[in-house]
């Protein structure tokens, strides 16, 4: 039977992550997966995470299914965590989900369910797994522009003109901060006006909101969500921990919903549950345990929001420090955006080739379309400044 099956790659991300694992040479620098790096190029346990499995160890006394939405204390959490403490919590409900990906496909699940017409349009670019992911769900995709490559910045009026195209009832996918892979995040402003398009054309919006505190704050990064919840009918959205609690391998995250009133959000619940009844029966417990232990506690969540704002400020530093590197190393102001741009990602203007040439030569992995994982720069001036030499070397 298995002859019958087409041949099968990993996409371009894991692809890098085990070419680079596989790579002997000693300097060589990770620039390609989505995964936090300490000054040490490590992924360390965050210290409140630490915390609170050592107190899980200590007091958990059963292994007993917790249900398909997984639990509620996890849930309300990220309702606020994502929402806001004021969130609107008779038309909200949330499904703790097996990571951000899991979020993506139970809601997919169900917005098909409940349109099966509708286009999924996602932005150009977008993370590559957006495409298989959604489409293994059974959703028509459409793309909309997002960026322009030679400005390295949003591209809005093309975003506007192709969202334009979209006909009422259709879903757009959104990221909510830290647009992956580009860093080029939309203004309040220019939010603004896509709230007012997807309320004018009673379009859905769904966000993936993958790397909430990553960009300009944990509240902050949550802005848009909370704009759109205030005046939009109904909403779906995926939240992730991989990234701002580290639990990138215990896979937690939450499908949010927002319902037009109490009795629709029960509605769309009680399918969702249903939908993940017949996927993967109930979510893994352990991490996101942890995480409701973290935001529960109020020493393990201070220390969280502390160790969260550290990595951000980091990155914000290392984004300068990168910038100011390649200014001096290339004599122009060709890659000055990255200084601007958000959260973990900023994609160099760098053909294949250069790419290529980069990982062959000088052992820097980065995503083949110039994505950079921010986290992985070097915090030694001398490191970045070699690595901006090697850049400058290829252009
Ligand atoms: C990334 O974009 O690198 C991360 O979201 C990891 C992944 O699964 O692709």
Known sequence: ???????????????????????????????????????????????????????????????????????????????????????????????QAPGGSGALRVITDLVIGARPEAAIWISDPTWPNHVPLLSAAGATLKTYPYYDADKCEVDFDAMMSGLANAKAGDVVLLHGCCHNPTGADLTQDQWNQVINLLKSKDLLPFVDIAYQGFGDGLEEDAWAVRAMAA????????????????????????????????????????????????????PPDHGAHVVEMVLNNDAFNANW???????????????????????????????????????MFSRLPLSPEQIESLRANDAIYLVGDGRINVAGLPDDPAAMDSLAESIAAVL
């Open 305 to 343: 929001r502390e160790e969260l704002e550290a990595m951000r400020v980091r990155m914000t530093g290392l984004r300068q420090g990168f910038a100011d590197a390649l200014r001096k190393r290339t004599n122009s102001d060709r890659f000055d955006f990255i200084a601007g741009q958000k959260g």
């Open 1 to 95: 039977m298995f002859e019958t099956l087409p041949s099968s790659k990993p996409d371009a991300i894991l692809k890098l992550m085990m070419a680079f694992r596989e790579d002997p040479r000693d300097n060589k620098l990770d620039l390609g997966v989505g995964v936090y790096k300490d000054v040490n190029g490590a992924t360390p346990v965050m210290k409140a995470v630490k915390s609170a499995e050592g107190k899980l160890l200590e007091e958990q006394d059963t292994k007993a299914y917790v249900g398909p939405l997984g639990s509620p204390a996890f849930n309300k959490r990220m309702i606020t965590t994502v929402f806001g403490d004021d969130a609107n919590t008779e038309r909200l409900r949330s499904a």
């Open 231 to 282: 005046v939009l009918p109904e909403m779906v959205v995926a939240a992730s921990c991989s990234k701002n609690l580290g639990l990138y391998r215990e896979r937690v995250g939450a499908a949010l919903l927002l319902g037009r009133n109490n009795t629709e959000a029960d509605l769309a619940l009680a399918n969702l549950q249903t939908v993940i009844r017949s996927n993967y029966s109930m």
